[in-house]
């Protein structure tokens, strides 16, 4: 089902292949929507395209990603990329499938720094590359690591503790408001 913007009325485009179990968000990029999805054989990637409202499937990366585990997937650099937690995987070339390059791997004996408990990293979320160093969150705090050294420092940005994130979003800026959207949705409604 699709609501066009401005539309009251969800419309019915047709069937999905196959279900999308096990999806986390939805990532725009290169005009589609993308999920990580789960199917007996292991994950793929259903993308929806925005414009001709359709769907079409992209391969994973060739790797193995945990069954109990659904990969994240965000854009990085202008490229899709899929995580499991420790290893990202950027798509150099969208939809071509020998394009998949492994960009960062850390590895289950990197400590947090100056944790008293010396606490492994558990999960991390890749944020940014910036000249030989990655931004991260690392379980819920900001890092900034250094793969060539494989050490880990905490960042504070502009005042802001590096600690206490749970989910980090993407944002990106548009020239459409989401107070007109919504005041625009809400004179179509019946009252």
Same mark, same amino acid.
């Given at each position: ?39 007996? $054989?292991?994950?793929?990637? %259903?993308?929806?395209?925005? *414009?001709? +409202?359709?769907?079409? &499937?992209?391969?994973? /990366? ?30 150099? $070339?969208?939809?071509?499938? %020998?394009?998949?390059?492994? *960009?960062? +791997?850390?590895?289950? &004996?990197?400590?947090? /720094? ?35 050294? %494989? ?41």
């Amino acid at each position: 089902m699709v609501l066009t913007v401005g539309s009251v009325i969800w419309r019915r485009i047709g069937k999905v292949s196959n279900d999308m179990h096990g999806t986390r968000e939805g990532v725009f990029h290169n005009g589609f929507l993308h999920w990580v999805c789960r199917c007996t $054989e292991g994950f793929f990637i %259903r993308a929806f395209d925005v *414009e001709r +409202e359709g769907f079409k &499937d992209l391969p994973m /990366p060739p790797y193995y990603f945990h069954p109990d585990s659904i990969p994240r997937m965000r854009v990085l650099g202008g490229s899709l990329s899929v995580s499991d937690g420790r290893t990202l995987w950027v798509m150099k $070339e969208y939809g071509v499938k %020998r394009s998949w390059t492994k *960009e960062l +791997e850390i590895g289950h &004996d990197t400590i947090y /720094p100056n944790d008293p408990y010396g606490s492994y990293i558990r999960c991390v979320s890749v944020l940014k590359f910036t000249e030989g160093k990655v931004l991260l969150l690392a379980n819920t705090n900001l890092c900034l690591y250094t793969p060539e050294t %494989r050490t880990l420092v905490r960042v504070e940005i502009d005042g802001m503790p590096s600690g206490g994130f749970r989910f980090v979003a993407d944002h990106i800026p548009s020239f459409v408001s989401p107070k007109d959207i919504i005041k625009d949705y809400l004179s179509k409604v019946p009252s």
